[in-house]
């Protein structure tokens, strides 16, 4: 107040002009923006609120679909091979297959391995080709013995082919299996 009494009268009324705006500006306007601040703040925390109030009011619902989803889950992991090296996996295929191609008593020409695909984010798909010949009891044997079996092979296609076949059982056929394999793959 000295320092307006100093100013003469007839420019008093500047200089209280002056301290108005100079409060305005470093005052109300930094006030006015911060409780815009806090508003935007609190709407956010208004949202997040309502959508977690809404998750609370679902979760006997998500409970039971994460149950369910559990069930299932365990139910697909009994037809999914377990997550292993790649050659420790093959190892353990061949043999299998090897273990059901003899018990059927078909003969194995030759086994060969496509690159593995993920079509799920945590499961590997694995193709195979088995030529094979044998009998046609063989044959029925190693397609039921190939579908029967857990974790699951899924045989995609089964070609076979034979000189001349009147019917019997005696006769020689060739035949082209191409089977699909799944494995646990990593996730990430």
Wanted: aromatic share 10%.
């Amino acid at each position: 107040m000295k320092l307006i009494k100093r100013i003469p009268h007839k420019y008093q009324h500047y200089g209280l002009i002056m301290i108005v705006l100079l409060f305005a500006l470093y005052v109300v306007d930094p006030l006015f923006e911060y409780t815009n601040e806090v508003k935007t703040d609190v709407q956010v925390l208004q949202i997040r609120a309502s959508k977690l109030n809404s998750l609370v009011s679902q979760s006997g619902t998500l409970l039971e679909e994460k149950n369910i989803s559990e069930v299932q889950s365990e139910q697909a992991n009994a037809w999914v091979f377990p997550l292993e090296s790649e050659s420790a996996f093959k190892l353990k295929i061949q043999q299998q297959l090897e273990n059901i191609l003899t018990t059927s008593d078909c003969n194995v020409e030759r086994v060969g391995w496509e690159i593995a695909t993920q079509p799920y984010e945590s499961i590997k798909k694995w193709s195979l080709e088995l030529k094979l010949n044998g009998n046609p009891i063989c044959m029925a044997k190693v397609t039921r013995a190939l579908e029967s079996s857990q974790p699951m092979f899924a045989l995609d296609s089964f070609l076979f082919q034979t000189r001349s076949w009147d019917g019997g059982i005696a006769h020689n056929i060739e035949a082209t299996l191409k089977v699909s394999i799944y494995q646990q793959g990593e996730v990430g």
